[in-house]
């Protein structure tokens, strides 16, 4: 049996918390494993400058997946860098390392998918079971920002066309860019990817989510090649919505929606709507799938209120092993791990306080432990 080699990296806050609990369900199922720790996060920001550290890339390129557990993911202006002294008068700029991360190793496919697991008493309704395919590495998370314009830039928007005079007569620090950047390549394998796994999933539908009659350009490119790719799959239904009807669709009927496919910002608001609708965060557990590497996640954040006292809900941690699992091929554990997960969330015995109950993350980490 082949000895997987696994990124470790819990990250700040709560996501030491959940990690640990989800090694409990690991060590259990006996995966072989060797699990290799990596630095990542805001500690590693105010020490080196770096919140991603070069030798964690290094551990990147060298493993076959990676969990990870959750980062400080707030924007930090420039003043209040200048406060840490290892950073004074570097002129760095914090970016969020997962963000970061899903662009070095381009892990393209944002995987989600909410289920609502029977019993869970946070079940907006029982019948849920959607998949979100988040393009992960595009769209307004382009990285290509400016917050003063450059007079080049402007120098050039003004020239280009009549609407865009007004930019004349204001300064560089008077506005700001944030580019939503869209390529055709990287429309087209997200939306693959999403009627692939219908296909092999037995899902019926696949509806994208866009605003192609605002935002024409790079929403308008996002549908036009949902719909070519939908040709290649004439037996899964095709259906669309524009994202702000999505939102309220989707509280309304989600038992109508099965396969959804997004580009990136749209695809990380609806994957939290999505996410509440089946418990909440801890429940929320996310795959960052490239063609090498993929790296799995619970959704939420460091949470660093609860930091230190074992109080969050493991599922969304465990539930993202559950994920690797399946990547690795291993899909026997895979199996278990999720029929162990939902028979304690039916049972109702052992719940943390999301789920009204008073169990730490551990243990309700061990009461899965205890059914594999
Ligand atoms: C997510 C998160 C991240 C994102 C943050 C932490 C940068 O919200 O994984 O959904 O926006 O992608
Ligand atoms: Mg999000």
Request: net charge neutral.
């Amino acid at each position: 049996m082949k000895k997987y080699k696994i990124a470790w990296l819990p990250g700040d806050g709560v996501g030491i918390e959940v990690l640990d609990a989800t090694k409990i369900v690991l060590d259990k199922l006996e995966l072989n494993a060797e699990y290799i720790h990596g630095d990542i996060g805001w500690e590693f920001w105010c020490k080196e400058g770096d919140a991603l550290p070069q030798r964690t890339i290094d551990l990147l390129n060298n493993v076959d997946a990676a969990m990870f557990g959750a980062i400080t993911s707030k924007p930090v202006k420039a003043a209040e860098a200048e406060l840490i002294p290892a950073l004074k008068g570097k002129g760095l700029i914090y970016r969020s390392p997962i963000v970061r991360m899903r662009q070095l190793f381009d892990l393209y496919i944002c995987l989600r998918p909410t289920k609502a697991y029977p019993g869970n008493p946070l079940n907006f309704r029982d019948d849920i079971d959607i998949v979100m395919f988040r393009e992960n590495t595009e769209d307004l998370y382009s990285g290509v920002e400016f917050n003063t314009v450059p007079k080049e830039l402007s120098d050039v928007l003004t020239k280009l066309s009549k609407p865009f005079a007004k930019f004349k007569d204001l300064s560089g620090e008077d506005y700001a860019i944030s580019c939503k950047i869209n390529t055709k390549l990287g429309c087209e394998r997200i939306i693959r990817a999403a009627f692939d796994f219908a296909v092999k999933h037995n899902r019926k539908k696949v509806t994208v989510v866009h605003k192609a009659n605002v935002v024409r350009a790079t929403d308008g490119l996002f549908f036009e090649t949902y719909k070519e790719v939908a040709k290649d799959y004439p037996t899964i239904q095709t259906d669309d919505a524009n994202i702000d009807a999505m939102t309220m669709w989707l509280l309304k009927n989600p038992m109508n929606y099965d396969v959804l496919v997004a580009p990136n910002l749209y695809g990380d608001i609806i994957s939290d709507l999505c996410a509440q609708m089946v418990g909440g965060l801890g429940f929320g557990c996310s795959g960052n799938i490239g063609e090498k590497l993929a790296v799995f996640e619970p959704t939420h954040g460091s949470a660093p209120k609860y930091f230190g006292q074992n109080k969050v809900n493991p599922i969304a941690t465990i539930l993202a092993a559950k994920m690797m699992l399946d990547w690795l091929g291993e899909k026997e554990m895979a199996g278990r791990l999720e029929n162990a997960t939902a028979q304690v969330i039916n049972e109702g015995k052992i719940r943390t306080y999301d789920m009204g109950g008073s169990n730490k993350t551990y243990e309700l980490a061990q009461a899965i432990a205890d059914k594999l």
